[in-house]
C-alpha cells in the first residue's frame, strides 16, 4: 500500500496532463496549421505519439513513486510540477497558438527538468534511474522535431 498510493497518485496527475494537454492542442497534428509545415524527416506517424507518451508516463509514474518514496522533499515535488506545467503548455503553445519558437524554448526547459532529475537522483535510484529514460529520449526528440519546424518554415 506504501507503494500503490504514490503511485496511483502519480498515474493520475500523469495521464491527466497528457488530457489536459490533449485538449489544449485542439485538432493538432491533424490540423491544416500542422499537416501544411515542413516536418522532419524522422517526424513519427500520428499514433506512435500517443503509444510513446503512454509508455513515457507510466515509466515516469513508476519513477517519480519510487523518487518520491525514497525522497519526498519540496524539491522533488516542485520539480515535478514545473514538468507537469510545461508538459501541458507546450500543446497550447504550440499546436494552438501556433508559436513555434515559444514551444521550443518549453521543450527545452523541459529537457532541462528531466536531466535534473536524471542527474539529481540517478545515485539514489541507481538502476530504477532507467524508469526515467524513455521521457529524457522521447523529449529530446519532442525537441528535434520543434527545431526542425522552426528552421524550415
Excluded at 525522497?71 to 501541458?88: D, E, M, S, Y
Excluded at 524508469?131 to 526542425?148: E, K, M, Q, R
Amino acid at each position: 500500500m506504501k507503494f500503490i498510493k504514490p503511485l496511483l497518485v502519480f498515474l493520475f496527475l500523469n495521464f491527466g496532463a497528457l488530457g489536459l494537454g490533449i485538449l489544449l492542442m485542439g485538432n493538432g497534428p491533424t490540423s491544416a496549421w500542422y499537416t501544411s509545415l515542413n516536418q522532419a524527416p524522422w517526424t513519427p506517424p500520428n499514433w506512435v505519439f500517443g503509444a510513446a507518451w503512454t509508455g513515457v508516463m507510466l515509466c515516469f509514474s513508476f519513477y517519480m513513486t519510487l523518487l518520491y518514496r525514497k525522497q519526498p522533499t519540496n524539491k522533488v515535488i516542485t520539480l515535478f510540477i514545473i514538468q507537469l506545467a510545461l508538459n501541458i503548455a507546450w500543446n497550447f503553445i504550440f499546436f494552438n497558438q501556433h508559436l513555434i519558437a515559444i514551444g521550443l524554448i518549453t521543450l527545452i526547459a523541459l529537457t532541462f527538468i528531466i536531466t535534473v532529475f536524471l542527474v539529481t537522483y540517478f545515485r539514489l535510484l541507481k538502476a530504477y534511474s532507467l524508469l526515467i529514460f524513455p521521457y529524457f529520449i522521447w523529449i529530446w526528440i519532442a525537441t528535434s522535431l520543434n527545431l526542425y519546424i522552426l528552421i524550415f518554415n
